[in-house]
C-alpha cells in the first residue's frame, strides 16, 4: 500500500483511498452505502477521507483478525 502522494493533512479522495487499499472505486462506495469501510466525509457531492479514519478503521479490523 503506498500513500498518495500529497501532504498528510490533505483529505483523501475516493481515488486516493481506492489506490491505498488497493480495493476498486465501486466496493468502496457500496461499503459505504452498508456502513463498512472507513468514515468519509460529505462535502457538497463529493466523499473525501481523513487518513487518521483510514488508519483507524484497519487498526480495528487487526483486532478483530
Do not use: C, N
Not at 503506498?2 to 493533512?9: A, N, Q
Not at 483529505?11 to 491505498?20: A, G, K, Q, T, V
Not at 466525509?41 to 487487526?62: C, F, K, N, P, T
Amino acid at each position: 500500500m503506498s500513500v498518495p502522494k500529497h501532504r498528510d493533512d490533505r483529505l483523501w479522495s475516493i481515488e486516493d483511498l481506492s489506490e491505498f487499499l488497493g480495493v476498486p472505486v465501486p466496493t468502496l462506495y457500496r461499503w459505504r452505502t452498508t456502513g463498512y469501510g472507513p468514515k468519509g466525509v460529505r462535502i457538497g457531492r463529493y466523499v473525501r477521507y481523513r487518513q487518521e479514519a483510514v488508519d483507524s478503521w484497519l487498526r480495528s479490523l487487526e483486532g478483530a483478525a
